[in-house]
C-alpha cells in the first residue's frame, strides 16, 4: 500500500523509505526557497491567511509556497517547506524534520515539522492542525 502517495519497490526497508521521504521533502525546500527569492515581498507564512488542512488518508499531494498561498492551505510537508524556505532565506539555520508516527490502528503515518537551532516548529499546529 502507498504511504505518501509513494510505490517503491517491494522489501524496501523503512529507514531507505525514509530516506527518499527527507530527500523529497527537502526538494520542496528548496524549490520553495527558490520561489520565495523571486518575489518581491512574499507574504510571511505565518502571518498570512493560510491555514492547515489535513489530506485525505487516500490524497497526497506536495505543494510549493505558491499553490499553498493560491489555496489557502497546505498540509505538514507544504507548510514545513515554506517555513524552512523562509527561515533560511532569513539565513537562519533551519531543516526539515521527518517524524514518524503510529495510527491509532498501527499503521505508520509521517509529519513533518521544522527544526531550528534551538527548536522544532510546527507551522500546522500553529495554523490549525490539532497537536498530536
Keep these: ?3 505518501l502517495g509513494l510505490e517503491l519497490s517491494d522489501g524496501l526497508s ?10 523529497l521533502v527537502e526538494v520542496l525546500c528548496r524549490h ?7 518575489r518581491p515581498r512574499p507574504k510571511r507564512l505565518l502571518e498570512s491567511p493560510v491555514r492547515y488542512q ?22 505538514c510537508e507544504d507548510l514545513s517547506c515554506a517555513l524552512v524556505a523562509e527561515l533560511r532565506a532569513a539565513g537562519k539555520p ?27 516548529l510546527d507551522p500546522s499546529i500553529a495554523l490549525g492542525a490539532r497537536a498530536p
Design 94 to 120: 533551519a531543516e526539515p524534520l521527518l517524524e514518524r508516527r503510529r495510527r491509532r490502528d498501527g499503521r505508520p503515518v509521517y509529519h513533518v515539522t521544522v527544526l531550528t537551532k534551538d527548536r522544532v
Design 32 to 38: 520553495t526557497g527558490r520561489l520565495l527569492a523571486e
Design 14 to 23: 523503512r529507514e531507505a523509505f525514509e530516506a527518499v521521504v527527507r530527500d
Design 1 to 3: 500500500m502507498p504511504i
Design 54 to 75: 489535513r489530506e485525505s488518508e487516500n490524497e497526497e499531494r506536495w505543494r510549493d509556497i505558491g499553490v499553498v498561498l493560491r489555496e489557502g492551505y497546505g498540509d
